[in-house]
C-alpha cells in the first residue's frame, strides 16, 4: 500500500514538473515569436520608408524620430498616426506621412506619402488596399509601376488644377477599365501636399523637452 502511495507520490510530481517544463517552453516561444513579429514588423516599415527616402539622405534614427497626428481629415485618418521625420545632421530632410484615400472602388487605400522638406514628393507607396485584382490593384508597385510617377512632383508640377487622371481633364493616367482607384489615390496624394504645405513646420518642430 506504501509503496502504492509512493508511486502515486512520483507520478503525480512528474506530471506536475512535465506541466511546469511544457508550460515554460510555450511562454518562451511565445514570447521569442511575438519579438520576432514585432522585429519584422519594424523592418518592413523601415524598408517601406527607405523606398521613398534612401537611407544615405537622412542619418537620424527615423523610427524614433516621430510625431502623433490626431485624426486628421485632410490626410482621410480616423484615428492617430505617427509622421516619420527624416534629418540630415538635424536638419529636415523629408516627412513620411499616412494617408488614407476614402473612396477607392472596393474600399480605403492605405499609403505612405514621402514629401521632402522643399514640398517636392519623394514618393507614394500603397500597404494596403483591398481593390479588384488585375484593374485596381495597379496602384500596387508590385503590380505596376503607376505609382512611381508622383516622384518629383509638387503641387506647382503640374499645376494644381492638373492633380486629376486625364478623364477628368487632369495629368495622370487611368487604368483601362479602371477610373474610380487611381482617382482616389491623386486626390489623396494632392491633399498630403496641400496638408503638409501649410504644417511643414508644426510637421518638423522639435518638443523642448527633446532638444
Do not use: C
Amino acid at each position: 500500500m506504501k509503496d502504492l502511495q509512493k508511486h502515486i507520490i512520483r507520478v503525480g510530481l512528474l506530471l506536475g514538473l512535465f506541466a511546469i517544463v511544457a508550460t515554460t517552453l510555450v511562454a518562451l516561444t511565445e514570447r521569442n515569436t511575438r519579438t520576432q513579429i514585432k522585429e519584422n514588423q519594424r523592418q518592413a516599415l523601415l524598408d517601406g520608408i527607405n523606398a521613398l527616402i534612401p537611407g544615405e539622405e537622412y542619418n537620424n534614427p527615423i523610427l524614433q524620430d516621430t510625431l502623433l497626428l490626431p485624426p486628421t481629415k485632410a490626410l482621410g485618418t480616423e484615428e492617430p498616426t505617427l509622421v516619420y521625420r527624416a534629418r540630415m545632421d538635424e536638419q529636415p530632410v523629408a516627412a513620411v506621412l499616412t494617408v488614407i484615400a476614402p473612396d477607392g472602388y472596393s474600399g480605403t487605400i492605405k499609403m505612405l506619402v514621402g514629401i521632402y522638406h522643399s514640398g517636392k514628393l519623394a514618393g507614394v507607396r500603397v500597404i494596403e488596399h483591398k481593390e479588384t485584382p488585375g484593374l485596381g490593384d495597379k496602384i500596387d508597385v508590385k503590380k505596376d509601376d503607376w505609382i512611381l510617377q508622383f516622384e518629383n512632383l509638387s503641387l506647382g508640377n503640374p499645376p494644381a488644377s492638373k492633380w486629376k487622371v486625364k478623364k477628368d481633364g487632369g495629368e495622370f493616367d487611368q487604368f483601362t477599365g479602371a477610373t474610380i482607384t487611381p482617382r482616389a489615390v491623386v486626390g489623396a496624394v494632392k491633399q498630403s501636399l496641400e496638408y503638409f504645405r501649410k504644417h511643414r513646420d508644426e510637421l518638423f518642430a522639435v518638443a523642448e523637452e527633446e532638444e
